[in-house]
């Protein structure tokens, strides 16, 4: 079976032609396979954030190819690629990047308003994917009155309500104490048994040393480092 996502000596660098270039992400090559739960570690800086942004197909490499289920996404038209990004990836950013003025119903309900679907297949999907987190009952408050635990759930609904094959997750602890980084990872491995692949950066060991890890991928200035079972 071919993996499910492929990096091909991928680069990424910030204002190519300054003073102040940055490459982010300095030829990294590897393979994701459905179902695999991998985490892309590194101290801040290491290029983690970059690395999820060109997988999940938010940004283009500078040079190298991203493959996403057999697909050269990185070569796509600009819409194409929305496509490929929409039906494929679930992203929770770091910091959740909610809109706190709205419901937490038409939060999680904004990914789906491309797609062509009724308004009652709409609010079916955001009734599912607001139970998976346990906040049906939160539907109709503000995001900015929930706890950053909550909003983080909500943020997970958000990224579910698509259901993609892939979920990716920037530093999904960095935010939460022990016991909601625990909770989390539970809600994770929920996830990984119905088939989900999960794609985390962190250097959170309570993460990193989790059992649902399947393959740790450690990165410095950009490069790979190494790699391993978990
Ligand atoms: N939008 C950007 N513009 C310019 N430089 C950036 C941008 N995003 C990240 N960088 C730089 O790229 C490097 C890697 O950043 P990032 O991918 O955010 O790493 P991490 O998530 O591991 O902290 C850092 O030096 C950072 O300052
Ligand atoms: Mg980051």
Known sequence: MSPLIVTDDVRKTYHPNRADATEAVAGISLQIDAGEVVVLKGPSGSGKTSLLSLIGCMSRPTSGRV????????????????????????????????????????????????????????Q?????????VELAGFAGRRVAHLSGGQQQRVAIARALVNRPQVLIADEPTAHLDSRLSIELLQRFEVLKQAGLTLIVATHDPVVCDHPLVDRIIALHDGRLIGEGGA
């Open 67 to 122: 493959i996403v289920a057999g697909e050269e996404v990185s070569r796509l038209p600009e819409r194409f690629l929305t496509l490929v990004r929409r039906r494929t990836f679930g992203f929770v950013f770091q910091h959740y990047q909610l809109i706190p003025d709205l419901s937490v119903r038409d939060n999680v309900m904004l990914p789906l308003y491309p797609e062509p679907m009724s308004l009652t297949e709409m």
């Open 124 to 132: 079916q999907r955001v009734a599912t994917a607001l139970a998976e």
